[in-house]
């Protein structure tokens, strides 16, 4: 009877392999969720969520439960299991290995994903040119801003250099549809999330959905993002749009980017250190469009 009643001892293996468990599950679901998420301009834009939480939100799951299985991992190797792993250690030292060939294999696998990942030769380009497909999906007309980061933009300004408006008239027109405006120098972002709307949402009071309204009442062309255009060429991406190609080279020619007709948009973004839309940016703000 009495070691029935005695209280079970405190495993810290079973509650490390359990912690690891968790860990990796968690890390698991937020990685794929991290590969198809849209892009971050979208996810602000548009508030995306995924069962109530945030790009932001997976991206903290994912560090910090990565961070988790970590420290884990490592109490697990040198704490938990550390006569066992040196006695491994000093029984390969002192005597042949076993396990040669699955030593060579798994350290030749392991070069190969490394260097693959460096020189972006397929199959690792492929997935991660699948993941750009994913987040690319998202950005339909009416999910991307009209800007970069315009959900960041004072109201006063928001109205002037995006709207094309004088503030008052942008505020009554918001106005006049229940919302409540604090002060014409508040956020974008902070007077969606205070009327429970996304950035995305009121925009849409304006009759806008993206710039392409604004683009085509000044009879000037704008080229889209999403739909693949970073593995379009620049000789593409003007046959597309009725761009004269040249006018694509030159334009990045007078920021500094280097590039050739034939080049892929997101080849060029990548040799300089920037982002696809950056890209995107110089060739909507060309002169002469």
């Known amino acids: 009877m009495k070691g029935k009643n005695r209280k079970k001892k405190f495993s810290w293996r079973g509650f490390v392999t359990f912690?690891?468990?968790f860990s990796f599950f968690i890390m698991t679901v937020?990685?794929?969720?991290l590969y198809i998420a849209p892009p971050g301009r979208v996810a602000h834009w548009s508030e995306w969520t995924l069962w109530g939480l945030s790009?932001?939100?997976w991206q903290s799951m994912h560090t910090n439960f990565s961070l988790m299985f970590l420290?884990?991992?490592i109490f697990h190797l040198f704490s938990i299991n550390w006569k066992a792993f040196l006695g491994h250690i000093r029984s390969r030292v002192t005597r042949s290995l076993n396990r040669t060939w699955e030593m060579v294999l798994a350290t030749l696998l392991t070069l190969a994903i490394f260097f693959g990942v460096i020189f972006n030769i397929p199959p690792f380009k492929t997935i991660m040119d699948w993941g750009e497909q994913f987040t690319?999906?998202?950005?339909e007309e009416d999910s991307s801003p009209p800007i970069p980061h315009a959900e960041l933009y004072a109201f006063t300004d928001f109205s002037r250099e995006i709207l094309k408006m004088s503030p008052d008239s942008a505020r009554a027109i918001l106005?006049?549809?229940?919302?409540?405006i604090d002060s014409?120098?508040?956020v974008l972002r902070d007077i969606a999330a205070a009327n429970e709307l996304s950035p995305a949402d009121l925009y849409r009071f304006f009759g806008r959905s993206d710039t392409e309204v604004e683009k085509k009442r000044q009879g000037a062309v704008i080229i889209r993002g999403g739909n693949g255009i970073g593995r379009k060429s620049l000789q593409q991406i003007g046959d597309e749009y009725g761009i004269p190609p040249e006018d694509l080279v030159n334009a990045l020619k007078k920021e500094g980017f280097?590039?050739?007709e034939e080049d892929i948009l997101k080849d060029i973004a990548d040799k300089y250190g920037v982002s696809p839309s950056e890209i995107l940016d110089i060739l909507n703000n060309r002169d002469g469009k």
């Open 30 to 33: 937020s990685g794929v969720i």
């Open 184 to 186: 014409m120098n508040q």
């Open 71 to 73: 420290i884990l991992g």
């Open 19 to 21: 912690g690891l468990f």
């Open 175 to 180: 106005e006049g549809q229940g919302i409540k």
């Open 258 to 260: 280097k590039a050739g």
């Open 136 to 139: 690319e999906s998202w950005e």
């Open 55 to 57: 790009k932001e939100g």
